[in-house]
C-alpha cells in the first residue's frame, strides 16, 4: 500500500496534494474509461480533494457513527473489506495515488459499499486541517512507506509528531492499528508511539489470542492483501501494533 497527497485540478482552485516534504512518492496514472465515468458520476458525492473546510462527518454520510480514517488505502482492497466487515462503521480514506482512489470507487460502486467515502491528500494535512480533535474512533496505518534509506527517513510518515497529531484526533479510548513489514521502520514506529504520553500500549498477541478484541472500539481484523503476500513469500515478517488513547490525561502508561 505504499501511499498516503496534492495535485493542481484544472476544474478547481489549486489543491493541496504536496504541503511539505512527505511520506509518500509521487506516482502518475491515468484513468481506463470505465474508471473515468465512475469517477465522474462518485467522486462529487463520496470523495474530496484536501482542502482547509473540516470534515462534517454526519452529513457526508447521512448518519451519526463511529468514525475510523484508514491512511494510506492504496487501491483499497482491505479499505472495502473491512468496511464490509463493519457496516455501523463509517470509514474515511485517505490515499493520493488517483488509479487506486478510482479502483476503490468501483468496488464501492460494484458491492454497493455505503459506508465509505475519500479524501485523496497528503495524510498530515488531512489531519491538522480537516479532522476535528477527539472526532475518531480509530485510525489505521498498513503498510507505510519506510523509505529505508537513512537520509529519508525525515519522509517517514509515523514520527513523533504524527503520533501527536493522531493522539489529538482520537477520542478517549479510541485506537491506532499499524501494520509494517520493514523491521527497522517497525522499531522507529515503537520508538515514537510508545514516547507518546496521550497513548497506551496494548499487547497485540493478547489482542490476538484472547476475546479482548471484542472490547475494542473498532475490529482489528484485517484481510491479507496482494501486497502483503509478496512481503511474507520475500520472508518480511509482518509486525502490528495497537495504541489506545487515555480515557484521561492522568492515566499512567
Keep these: 500500500m505504499r501511499n498516503h497527497g496534492r495535485v493542481n485540478t484544472p476544474d478547481s482552485a489549486p489543491s493541496r496534494l504536496y504541503p511539505r ?104 494535512d488531512v489531519l491538522e486541517s480537516m479532522i476535528a480533535p477527539e472526532s475518531l474512533t480509530g485510525v489505521r496505518v498498513f503498510f507505510p512507506d519506510p523509505w529505508p534509506k537513512a537520509r529519508h527517513h525525515k519522509r517517514r510518515l509515523l514520527k513523533p509528531s504524527a503520533f501527536t497529531l493522531i493522539a489529538s484526533r482520537l477520542v478517549p479510548g479510541g485506537v491506532l492499528h499499524v501494520a509494517t513489514d520493514h523491521a527497522d521502520y517497525a522499531e522507529a514506529i515503537a520508538e515514537a508511539g510508545n514516547s507518546e504520553p496521550a497513548l497506551r500500549r496494548l499487547d497485540w498477541e493478547s489482542l490476538v489470542q484472547d476475546s479482548s478484541t471484542a472490547e475494542m472500539p473498532m475490529s482489528l481484523e484485517r484481510p491479507t492483501t496482494k501486497f502483503e503476500g509478496k512481503a511474507e513469500r520475500a520472508g518480511s515478517a509482518v509486525t502490528e501494533f495497537t495504541w489506545m488513547k487515555s480515557v484521561s490525561t492522568g492515566e499512567e502508561k
Design 21 to 124: 516534504v512527505t511520506s509518500f512518492r509521487s506516482r502518475r496514472g491515468a484513468l481506463t474509461a470505465p474508471q473515468q465515468q465512475t469517477w465522474e458520476r462518485l467522486w462529487p458525492v463520496i470523495g474530496a480533494d484536501v482542502g482547509d473546510t473540516p470534515v462534517d462527518a454526519d452529513a457526508w454520510f447521512g448518519r451519526h457513527a463511529p468514525l475510523v480514517l484508514e491512511i494510506g488505502s492504496g487501491t483499497g482492497t482491505a479499505t472495502a473489506a473491512m468496511a464490509q466487515a463493519e457496516p455501523e462503521i463509517n470509514l474515511i480514506a485517505i490515499e493520493v495515488y488517483r488509479p487506486g482512489l478510482a479502483k476503490l470507487l468501483q468496488t464501492i460502486d460494484r458491492e454497493t459499499i455505503d459506508n465509505i467515502r475519500l479524501l485523496r491528500g497528503d495524510a498530515v
